[in-house]
């Protein structure tokens, strides 16, 4: 795939030149030179309440609470894990943690305590921030000290003195620390350093599309990539509000915040779209803009978008590793028709490959490209790339087409290889949810104990309230993806079961159905 014809490298060159520089403050950048009087954020709690915050109460707030966490040992390159809501003292903590060269590492409030102790011993921390709701997560976890929000909290902050200055980390120096989503196994640890702003701001501008005129809103969880990438630092570095609402999904919730917001602009999950797409409670929402990013949408989802929203749903693709890097643009000067089952075209900054199958990354020609490695994991960082470290390698297979649009397979250990054919598990399951008594499911390929075929197709379908599970319906399943995809594709057993392994941020565990 050769890089885009249009001239946007300008715009690319400038970005890289504001936040790849040796001289690069994280906290400077997100907020202190913005208008101070400008919205950053609106807070939206479940009874459908809100407050709208500024980039100088965000400044203030975070200058003195940077003094606190000074006070209690944070340093430069200290690792500091948040569990927390959507709250407003997520961001708060976030620029305090920049604001002394820390690194903010988030933790998802569906976490266990042991998924939580698992992350905050990887990043060594010795220091949480947390909220009450969270805090009986951390009390077994021996070695660190805790800071919970609340008033003794809010003393603490409204006492202290503010920051007087801000460490410089650099574009090379590390802001964040996510962990992977552990679709295929123990998750890794990805550094994301402060060039990344570069690539974050790209996406906001280019992908999403995202004006001054919108009301935005990214409904992901900040505790995974696409919610923290995108739903607060990329706004902060742009200059973008985003609608913060300090509750879990459900269909009624967010239908009732795009109608009370107006919210204009909107992006999320496919699971998100799917429930909202089942739900029948969406009436009276218009959309400018819809994006989706975590997994491809299937094609039921994008027909019910186009009649409800009044606009398409926009497939985009991602990983925690890269931030999106692959999408079905929505600002006009990149805007293409979108072909279904796309993912679209490479964001500038990045030129993109298909190398053994795999969807991949030109290093050498993707400027905006940030990541170098795992933490610590030189065995993993390896097989991230080819030998000659020409190629990120996704792990992703997929597949061009003659106009350069990508469009996505399947992971690469999720791809079934059945007498000869290589069958993508999203293709079978685009068919299978078209079907009224599917609610959800998950295809994969497990060893044909005939031997004769390799891998056989099994699909893991959980029913619509009401429907009842029997070999009648499973037959008509498997008929359907015969007669609308492939007689060599159909699901030789089909299992009823309640709920799909998935990951916190909405993923499919298929390495787990394989296992049943």
């Keep these: 795939m050769q890089p885009h014809t249009l001239d946007v490298q300008p715009v690319v060159d400038a970005w890289l030149a504001a936040y790849d520089t040796p001289e690069a403050d994280v906290a400077h950048l997100a907020c202190d ?3 101070a009087g400008a919205l950053a954020f609106t807070f939206i709690e479940p009874d459908l309440t809100s407050r709208d915050v500024t980039y100088g109460e965000l400044a203030e ?16 390159g200290d690792r500091v894990p948040v569990l927390m809501g959507k709250r407003l003292e997520l961001p708060v903590t976030l620029l305090a943690i920049w604001r002394l060269g820390a690194v903010y590492v988030p933790l998802f409030t569906a976490f266990a305590t042991g998924a939580a102790r698992m ?14 709701s969270q ?21 603490l902050v409204s006492d202290a003195e503010p920051l007087a200055s801000s460490v410089a980390v650099g574009g090379r120096g590390t802001m964040l620390q996510l962990f992977t989503s552990g679709t295929t196994g123990k998750p890794k640890g990805v550094a994301v350093p402060a060039r990344a702003l570069a690539s974050f701001h790209c996406y906001l501008h280019f992908g999403l599309d995202v004006s001054e005129d919108d009301v935005f809103w990214n409904a992901a969880d900040p505790g995974w990539a696409y919610g923290l990438y995108y739903g607060v630092v990329g706004p902060l570095v742009s200059g973008r509000r985003n609608l913060l609402l300090n509750a879990g999904f459900t269909p009624q919730s ?38 989706s990013a975590g997994e491809p949408l299937t094609p039921d989802v994008v027909d019910w978008a186009r009649e409800t929203l009044g606009t398409e749903v926009r497939d985009h693709y991602g990983q925690t590793e890269l931030g999106m890097v692959i999408n079905n643009h929505w600002h006009p000067d990149l805007a293409r028709p979108v072909k279904p089952g ?8 990045y030129t993109a490959g298909i190398h053994d199958g795999q969807i991949a990354i030109d290093v050498g020609n993707s400027p905006l490209l940030w990541f170098t490695g795992y933490h610590e994991d030189p065995e993993k960082t390896e097989e991230r790339f080819t030998a000659d470290g020409r190629w990120y390698l996704t792990a992703d297979s997929g597949r061009t087409d003659e106009d350069g649009y990508f469009f996505f397979t399947a992971r690469d250990d999720d791809v079934i290889l059945a007498a000869g054919y290589r069958i993508g598990p999203f293709d079978v399951e685009s068919v299978l949810i ?13 060893p044909d104990p005939e031997g004769i075929r390799g891998e056989v197709v099994e699909a893991f379908v959980v029913l619509a309230e009401g429907t009842e599970a029997n070999d009648d319906l499973a ?23 309640d709920a799909l392994p998935k990951t916190p941020s909405g993923k499919v565990q298929r390495y787990l159905l394989r296992q049943r």
């Design 135 to 155: 805090r009986a997560k951390l009390d077994p976890i021996e070695g660190i000290e805790i800071l919970e929000t609340g008033p003794a909290f809010d003393r």
């Design 434 to 446: 078209t079907h009224p008594a599917v609610a959800d499911v998950a295809v994969v390929g497990r």
């Design 475 to 497: 037959g008509e399943l498997q008929q359907l993806v015969r007669d609308n995809y492939a007689k060599h594709a159909y699901p030789r057993s089909v299992h009823f079961i």
């Design 342 to 349: 796309s993912m679209g075209q490479p964001l500038p900054g």
């Design 61 to 76: 707030k975070s200058r003195r609470l940077a003094t606190v966490l000074a006070g209690l040992g944070v340093r430069q």
């Design 254 to 291: 967010t239908v009732a915040v795009l109608e009370r917001f107006g919210v204009t602009n909107f992006a999320g999950a496919p699971t998100m779209y799917r429930a909202l797409s089942k739900s029948g409670l969406v009436r009276d929402v218009h959309l400018r803009r819809a994006s």
């Design 33 to 35: 030179r913005h208008d």
């Design 119 to 132: 992350r905050i011993e990887a990043s060594r921390a010795r220091l949480v921030v947390t909220e009450p």
